[in-house]
């Protein structure tokens, strides 16, 4: 199977976006059920989802897809966290089940960390939770995420904080 990782650049075609907006919807609905609406800021995602192509390059950040012989088969997005120099937040991380198993997810994350340490930021941050997206947080550890303290306000039973350096040079 032939996969790609593609920037959802400012320039995107129609069917781009319409596939980006997609895969973070189905992503959306994945949390609500997964964590209980209570835990997902669906006004923020529809927010997200307005903005497309340009939502998280207005956050110096991007969005990222991943094609599966063609097909979009899932995506991951980052963007600054304001209120830590130098650091970013990797957000949105969805591959659809029918990609799943293909390492499509990894590849999404080192691509992610990869344009991340070119664009200057110094280390990478997210938020999890690994009782129903164990598969996600074992990844993310093996791809070098600890659990760090919270650097954003999801305070929500079961919600892990991680971090990891994107340079030699930090801990």
């Known amino acids: 199977m032939a996969v790609s990782i593609e920037l ?14 997609d895969l973070l919807l189905e992503f959306g609905r994945f949390v609500t059920r997964a964590e209980g609406a209570e835990r997902f800021g669906w006004d923020k995602l ?24 063609g097909q979009p088969a899932g995506c991951v997005t980052w963007r600054d966290i304001p209120a830590i120099p130098g650091a970013c937040e990797m957000k949105r ?27 200057g930021f110094d280390a990478m941050y997210l938020d999890t939770f690994p009782g129903t997206m164990k598969s996600a947080f074992d990844m993310y550890r093996r791809l070098g995420f600890a659990k ?4 954003n306000d999801s305070a929500y039973e079961g919600v892990v904080f991680m971090r990891r350096a994107l340079n030699q040079r930090q801990p």
């Not at 959802?8 to 907006?21: E, K, N």
């Open 8 to 21: 959802l650049a400012h320039d995107a075609s129609p069917p781009a976006i319409a596939s980006a907006r």
């Open 93 to 119: 991380l969805w591959v659809r089940p029918a990609f799943r198993g293909l390492g499509l997810g990894e590849q999404l994350i080192l691509t992610a960390i990869e344009r991340a340490t070119r664009a």
């Open 148 to 151: 760090c303290e919270a650097f």
């Open 46 to 69: 529809q927010e997200e989802v307005d903005g497309l192509p340009d939502t998280y390059r207005h956050q110096n950040g991007e969005m990222l897809l991943a094609y599966a012989d």
